[in-house]
């Protein structure tokens, strides 16, 4: 028991000591953006096209299948495009798509603007969340304990996320409950660059 008791404690030093970290909590706006705007979409997307933009209700969950294309093509061109331009710059151009179609969705009253919006919203939501549980954890030398806390949160914002904003909805009006998911995002926008990865030390010949 005391030796439990002891790893207990030893488990919350470690924790307290990684939510110190700045770079930690600046991830987890991120995380908690994508991952809010992701579960956004999964939730009230169809909905959203139907009663905010005048789509029937095959084409409103069509637009879902045109969600989950935009993530699915954006997630398998992951690993090169990463490569290619480096982890900071693909989670900021995934933020600036996030919330160009967030905010086409919410303000156009075109409908091919719209449907346009949604890919965008799909696409730059497709490597938000996995790059940014990736950085916690390669940005600090504890790592299971960083991408613990980073999944922790994008979950919260998965489960809670969506019931608010529904409940924005139903007294606003669902293009009003996306503005705080698109002040979330471009938050998270300028809260990228704790993504970095860090440099190594440079050498000085003896």
């Known amino acids: 028991m005391a030796e439990q008791h002891s790893e207990n404690r030893s488990y919350k030093a470690q924790v307290i000591h990684e939510l110190k970290d700045t ?40 637009f879902f299948v045109g969600f989950a294309a935009g993530m699915t093509v954006g997630r398998f061109a992951g690993g090169y495009i990463v490569n290619q331009f480096g982890r900071t710059a693909i989670l900021k151009f995934s933020a600036v798509s996030a919330a160009v179609g967030l905010g086409l969705i919410i303000l156009t009253h075109t409908q091919w603007l719209a449907a346009l919006a949604v890919i965008l919203w799909g696409i730059g939501e497709s490597l938000g969340f996995p790059l940014t549980i990736s950085a916690a954890g390669a940005t600090g030398e504890n790592r299971a304990v960083r991408v613990t806390l980073a999944a922790i949160l994008g979950y919260i914002a998965f489960l809670v996320g969506p019931p608010a904003l529904g409940f924005i909805g139903e007294h606003a009006g669902l293009r009003i409950a996306m503005l705080p998911v698109l002040c979330m995002v471009i938050l998270a926008f300028f809260c990228t660059s704790a993504a970095s990865e860090k440099k190594a030390p440079l050498k000085h010949p003896a």
């Open 23 to 62: 770079r930690l909590v600046l991830l987890g706006v991120v995380i908690l953006a994508m991952a809010l705007a992701e579960g956004s979409a999964n939730d009230w997307l169809p909905l959203l096209m139907i009663d905010a933009h005048g789509f029937s209700h095959t084409s409103g969950s069509l």
